[in-house]
Nanobody, 120 residues
Framework: QVQLVESGGGLVQAGGSLRLSCAVS???????MAWFRQAPGKEREFVAF???????TMYADSVKGRFTIFRDNAKITYLQMNSLKPEDTAVYFC???????????????WGQGTQVTVSS
């Protein structure tokens, strides 16, 4: 079994920064990781992806140039969020899969989510 736990969410003013973390425990395996987010009344949407070896990343157009996904080992993946905007307000989820991709349907393992609120 695989468990994912997100942390680092909170309240920040527009223009500020936050760093989210996603810790993977359980079955030892190097997964591709992604971040998704879901705002109230909206569909869950893709934010960022990083491949198993960290050599490939992908971003939603809405966050490109402001957010960075990176990992320092097989067990922790980060999402650095800079120049935050009120429209970034959402619950952020991390997800893991041996292959992964840009669709939530590629992922079998999910965290519980962490709230990010950006005030104007």
């Amino acid at each position: 079994q695989v468990q994912l736990v997100e942390s680092g969410g909170g309240l920040v003013q527009a223009g500020g920064s936050l760093r989210l973390s996603c810790a993977v425990s359980g079955r030892t395996f190097r997964y591709s990781m992604a971040w998704f987010r879901q705002a109230p009344g909206k569909e869950r949407e893709f934010v960022a992806f990083i491949s198993r070896n960290g050599g490939s990343t992908m971003y939603a157009d809405s966050v490109k140039g402001r957010f960075t996904i990176f990992r320092d080992n097989a067990k922790i993946t980060y999402l650095q969020m800079n120049s935050l905007k009120p429209e970034d307000t959402a619950v952020y989820f991390c997800a893991a899969d041996p292959v992964g991709g840009g669709s939530q349907f590629h992922y079998n393992y999910w965290g519980q989510g962490t709230q990010v609120t950006v005030s104007s």
